[in-house]
């Protein structure tokens, strides 16, 4: 049976196809744009402090912040490099300080690195690093640029910390310069941290020379975090040592990201209700349309079977054609998107400018099978109509 060429029957097709490719579509982007969000800010924490850290235990580990030192361990840390996904083992030494300059002072955490530490490229950085040599520790401090817009300084600049001591009323207090000035776009970050070397703030806390309040470890891949800290705790660590990951650091960052599943869930459900009812809709109204053809093939000999599959058959291509005009539709906005970044996020809400693209896949695969797949189940009902249609009743019609 073919459908009449440019009459009402063609219309209903190409509706349907249009229809089921803006459903594909969305539901591709909104994949898209949720997965690049997650990816985006999860890189953005690990590459800032790792995925694992190896601490004393805290009760309020949430706080990251050591409270006693641990000795650093060249051999726990030949261990831990030989562990399947850990890359990079850094010590660090973090302690809370009091930033003063031009009569502006700020509160935050100073993370002492060694020389070792790689700042991450994925991270905007301008300046200079810090400027370690072998006789004393660096007077220089990087900072992030809203705390160095609060603070009114630019690299080059010299600045206050005050390390107030338990107990003690007059702080201790050194002068460094400004070196650098990075920018995550995340306020848990850009507000709270500021880059030192180690040695300064061993200094201050009158520890060794092999005292550091941790290790940062990073990953090959973040989902491997739970396995390799837990993998880590049991095989080498003693008490008071354990393992953290960023997770446990940063719980509501990473529950606000799970909740980003739930509405990528409800987007795809209601897009493949909509597709399959816009499917439905038009076999229907094909079927209601093409009723007088529909009885002079029965009256001519053509089994309900056979005329239901002629109408499957249509509603496949139909279904075909709209995921395959999704697909290329949401492939080229993505690439638009990546290309010139044309929609743009508030990052002091979303930790980013332009929103972020990225998928796998698998994911399109699922997306554009399973809608192939519940359209043609869901065609039947609407072919079951076809049973209902009297030749009789039809053809006394023109």
Same mark, same amino acid.
């Given at each position: 049976?073919?459908?009449?060429?440019?009459?009402?029957?063609?219309?209903?097709?190409?509706?349907?196809?249009?229809?089921?490719?803006?459903?594909?579509?969305?539901?591709?982007?909104?994949?898209?744009?949720?997965?690049?969000?997650?990816?985006?800010?999860? $890189?953005?924490?690990?590459?800032?402090?790792?995925?694992?850290?190896?601490?004393?235990?805290?009760?309020?580990?949430?706080?990251?912040?050591?409270?006693? +030192?641990?000795?650093?361990?060249?051999?726990?840390?030949?261990?831990?490099? =030989?562990?399947?996904?850990?890359?990079?083992?850094? +010590?660090?030494?973090?302690?809370?300080?009091?930033?003063? *300059?031009?009569?502006?002072?700020?509160?935050?955490?100073?993370?002492?690195?060694?020389?070792?530490?790689?700042?991450?490229?994925?991270?905007?950085?301008?300046?200079?690093?810090?400027?370690?040599?072998?006789?004393?520790?660096?007077?220089?401090?990087?900072?992030? !640029?809203?705390?160095? *817009?609060?603070?009114?300084?630019?690299?080059?600049?010299?600045?206050?910390?005050?390390?107030?001591?338990?107990?003690?009323?007059?702080?201790?207090?050194?002068? @460094?310069? @400004?070196?650098?000035?990075?920018?995550?776009?995340?306020? $848990?970050?850009?507000?709270?941290?500021?880059?030192?070397?180690?040695?300064?703030?061993?200094?201050?806390?009158?520890?060794?020379?092999?005292?550091?309040?941790?290790?940062?470890?990073?990953?090959?891949?973040?989902?491997?975090?739970?396995?390799? *800290?837990?993998?880590?705790?049991?095989?080498?660590?003693?008490?008071?040592?354990?393992?953290?990951?960023?997770?446990?650091?940063?719980?509501?960052?990473?529950?606000?990201?799970?909740?980003?599943?739930?509405?990528?869930?409800?987007?795809?459900?209601?897009?493949?209700?909509?597709?399959?009812?816009?499917?439905?809709? /038009?076999?229907?109204?094909?079927?209601? $349309?093409?009723?007088?053809?529909?009885?002079?093939? =029965?009256?001519?000999?053509?089994?309900?079977?056979?005329?239901?599959?002629?109408?499957?058959?249509?509603?496949?291509?139909?279904?075909?054609?709209?995921?395959?005009?999704?697909?290329?539709?949401?492939?080229?906005?993505?690439?638009? !998107? @990546?290309?010139?970044?044309?929609?743009?996020?508030?990052?002091?809400?979303?930790?980013?400018?332009?929103?972020?693209?990225?998928?796998?896949?698998? =994911?399109? /695969?699922?997306?554009?099978?399973?809608?192939?797949?519940?359209?043609?189940?869901?065609?039947?009902?609407?072919?079951?109509?076809?049973?209902?249609?009297?030749?009789?009743?039809?053809?006394?019609?023109?």
């Amino acid at each position: 049976m073919v459908m009449q060429k440019g009459g009402f029957s063609s219309f209903i097709i190409r509706l349907a196809i249009i229809a089921t490719a803006l459903s594909v579509a969305v539901m591709i982007l909104a994949i898209a744009f949720i997965t690049g969000f997650k990816y985006t800010v999860r $890189e953005k924490l690990f590459t800032f402090l790792g995925n694992v850290h190896i601490e004393t235990y805290n009760p309020n580990h949430s706080e990251s912040l050591s409270l006693n +030192p641990i000795k650093s361990d060249p051999a726990l840390v030949a261990h831990v490099l =030989q562990t399947p996904h850990v890359t990079h083992v850094y +010590p660090f030494v973090q302690r809370p300080a009091i930033l003063q *300059a031009h009569g502006q002072m700020e509160g935050l955490f100073l993370k002492g690195v060694d020389k070792d530490y790689v700042f991450s490229p994925n991270i905007s950085f301008t300046g200079n690093k810090l400027n370690y040599t072998d006789t004393q520790y660096s007077k220089q401090i990087i900072l992030s !640029q809203s705390t160095a *817009a609060r603070l009114n300084v630019n690299t080059g600049d010299s600045i206050l910390l005050y390390f107030l001591e338990p107990g003690v009323r007059v702080p201790r207090i050194r002068k @460094v310069q @400004v070196t650098g000035i990075f920018h995550t776009g995340m306020e $848990e970050l850009d507000k709270y941290y500021g880059i030192t070397d180690m040695r300064l703030l061993q200094r201050v806390n009158n520890w060794k020379p092999n005292e550091i309040s941790g290790y940062q470890l990073e990953l090959d891949n973040e989902q491997y975090s739970d396995t390799v *800290a837990n993998g880590i705790y049991e095989r080498y660590l003693t008490s008071p040592l354990t393992t953290y990951t960023i997770r446990d650091i940063y719980p509501n960052i990473f529950d606000w990201l799970d909740l980003q599943n739930i509405n990528g869930q409800i987007i795809i459900i209601i897009m493949a209700l909509v597709a399959i009812i816009n499917l439905a809709t /038009a076999l229907m109204i094909l079927i209601m $349309e093409q009723a007088r053809m529909l009885g002079i093939l =029965q009256a001519l000999g053509m089994s309900l079977k056979s005329i239901q599959q002629i109408f499957l058959y249509y509603a496949g291509i139909i279904a075909g054609v709209g995921i395959l005009a999704g697909n290329l539709f949401a492939f080229l906005f993505c690439w638009l !998107q @990546v290309k010139f970044g044309f929609l743009t996020l508030s990052e002091d809400t979303y930790y980013m400018k332009h929103v972020p693209v990225r998928f796998h896949l698998w =994911q399109i /695969a699922i997306i554009d099978g399973g809608t192939l797949i519940l359209c043609i189940l869901c065609m039947w009902l609407p072919t079951l109509y076809i049973r209902r249609i009297r030749p009789a009743r039809v053809l006394q019609f023109k």
